[in-house]
């Protein structure tokens, strides 16, 4: 059975043509023609998540697992807008989530009717399209509604991918079903195409790098590429170029050059020339670091290119000269072969940086006492090689890119915003795709903020949540700012006493607790342990001023 409202009905049909079949539901009754279509259909798999703002969440790590769009269905009202910090962190991280809000048809809006808001665009700067359907369904309404579907369902995926919005206005009555099949409806292919590169633009291009002493890639924030990974290592062969990247990048071959914030500190004023760039080579999404930033809007590259699909101007460092409208992979493919320089000078002089800085760290974190920096260390040698790192904003994700990356781990993070608002959910929805075992270590007010994503019943037995208690925002104490300020405890540190043992308990994970070296070895062990059949949560107790002071110390002793 299925609703009779014929263009939810055009919409199943259309999203089951292009295997669309992930659906998030969250619960009402003015999305019913959805909910009873989608459950309805035996080709759609539905979740249901109570919390909007978890849902989309989850859907965004879904769509990460899957590489594929996942659909979102809600009520109407602040159902719709509780969906909004996912639907910006999926438009800044490139995932295509396919947004369906139910709504009241327009004569209802602003006339005291219960659960109304004004609906449409209300994602409007952070989705490629968005349309509100027909409420009337004469022959000539439902060609315009497909229509308008196929376009939204093609936009979603095309070029850079992102999120797009379909608002449903729907009429009473809401709940009639239906026996029949789902309708037969056109469907507008996009054929994508491939940027190539012209032989003189190629020529000039090609040029340009073969007279460049120090070439600079910085490899963004990407799912992992092993094409990618290959024709760099080609690449980095044949011209000396330094590839920079973080674990987001999820590249790993060892002539790469990663530990970016310690290699920043550990540059000398005296000899910052040396790694300035002729040529700035740029790809993927964001850098975590901000010290790289610094560094190269200080230390402007003669020529920056930026390579993307959708041609965006991410001037970030003040110096873009050139947009390529292409895939990175592609560019470089095409241009790899006919390039040949060897000096090797550049590439030398970035990893013998960072082989003395990474020797300092190791000395340094081995010294310490237990701490923020000292947990991610021993966790990081305990998480077994081969699965996937979820990083919460805030310090997380700097501890973590301090460290060398877990061998042959996945690495992600809501990186597109940076909000602490959504990290568990993300992870959570990621891993009930995900066979391997999924890691999300984050701080306490992001856990404690973010804790309705373990209210539903998809989590994963493969999960592993570790919670860094350090009582607060213990970033705020590491930036200079916030922590010379008069509210430093009380609005910035947010001092948090609150425990996430009992939350643990209320969502039916085991628990495990560490609060020194010892004892998180112990729980390591066990947490990742074969017999560990059943999600848990590690929390770590550390304490926020030993932490600060060692994080400070470790930088001083990088600069020497
Ligand atoms: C939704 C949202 N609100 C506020 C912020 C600003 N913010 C950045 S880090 C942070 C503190 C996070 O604390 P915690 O999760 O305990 O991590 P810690 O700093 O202790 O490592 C806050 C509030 C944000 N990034 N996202
Ligand atoms: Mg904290």
Not at 224 to 252: F, Q, W, Y
Request: charged share 20%; net charge negative.
């Amino acid at each position: 059975m299925i609703s009779d409202k014929k263009h939810v009905q055009q919409l199943a049909a259309l999203l089951l043509k292009r295997g669309i079949t992930d659906i998030v539901i969250s619960p009402g009754s003015r999305n019913a023609p959805m909910i009873n279509t989608f459950t309805g259909i035996p080709g759609f798999c539905c979740r249901n998540i109570v919390d909007e703002r978890s849902a989309a969440y989850f859907a965004i790590g879904m769509a990460l697992a899957k590489q594929k769009p996942v659909v979102l269905v809600c009520s109407s009202g602040t159902a719709a807008l509780n969906y909004t910090p996912a639907v910006a962190e999926a438009f800044y991280q490139n995932i295509p989530l396919i947004v369906l809000t139910a709504d009241r048809p327009d004569y209802w809006i602003d006339q005291a009717e219960s659960q109304c808001i004004r609906q449409e665009n209300i994602y409007q700067n952070f989705t490629k399209k968005e349309i509100s359907l027909p409420i009337g369904e004469s022959e000539k309404e439902c060609w315009y509604a497909a229509r308008q579907i196929n376009e939204c369902l093609n936009l979603a995926v095309a070029g850079r991918p992102a999120p797009v919005h379909i608002n449903i206005p729907l009429e009473e009555p809401l709940h009639k079903l239906v026996q029949m099949d789902l309708p037969e409806v056109k469907e507008i292919e996009l054929t994508e195409t491939k940027n190539i590169l012209e032989e003189n633009e190629l020529a000039r291009l090609e040029g340009t790098i073969n007279q460049s002493q120090k070439i600079l890639i910085l490899a963004g924030q990407q799912n992992s590429n092993p094409d990618m990974e290959s024709i760099l290592v080609m690449l980095v062969a044949r011209t000396g170029a330094v590839v920079l990247h973080e674990h987001l990048s999820n590249l790993s071959d060892p002539q790469f050059c990663a530990s970016i914030d310690l290699v920043m500190a550990g540059i000398r004023d005296g000899n910052i020339e040396s790694y300035k760039p002729d040529l700035l080579i740029s790809f993927g999404g964001q850098f975590v670091s901000k010290a790289l930033k610094q560094f190269l809007r200080k230390n402007k590259p003669a020529q920056h290119w930026h390579l993307g699909p959708s041609g965006e101007h991410f001037d970030t460092y003040q110096s873009l000269s050139k947009v390529v409208k292409m895939e990175a992979v592609d560019f470089f493919e095409t241009l790899s072969g006919r390039i040949q320089r060897n000096d090797k000078s550049y590439l030398q002089l970035w990893k013998g940086k960072e082989a003395k800085v990474n020797q300092v760290r190791d000395e340094f974190v081995e010294s310490i006492d237990f701490s923020d920096l000292k947990a991610f260390r021993l966790i990081g040698q305990k998480i077994p090689v081969n699965t996937v790192i979820h990083l919460g904003n805030s310090s997380p994700v700097r501890y973590a890119l301090i460290h060398n990356r877990v061998e042959n781990a996945m690495y992600f993070s809501n990186r597109g915003t940076g909000g602490i608002d959504g990290c568990l959910s993300t992870a959570v929805g990621f891993s009930s795709e995900s066979d391997k075992i999924n890691t999300i270590i984050l701080g306490d007010l992001s856990f404690f903020y973010d804790s309705n994503a373990l209210w539903n019943k998809y989590i994963g037995s493969d999960l592993r949540i570790i919670v860094i208690n350090n009582g607060g925002g213990n970033i705020f104490g590491m930036i200079k700012g916030p922590s010379d300020s008069p509210a430093f405890a009380e609005h910035f540190l947010a001092e948090n006493t609150l425990k996430a043992e009992v939350l643990a308990k209320a969502f039916g994970l085991d628990y495990f607790k560490a609060q020194n070296e010892a004892e998180l070895l112990n729980a390591l062990d066990e947490f990742y342990s074969p017999e560990q059949k059943k999600v848990a949560l590690l929390e770590v107790f550390t304490d926020a001023e030993t932490n600060v002071r060692l994080f400070r110390e470790l930088f001083r002793k990088v600069k020497g």
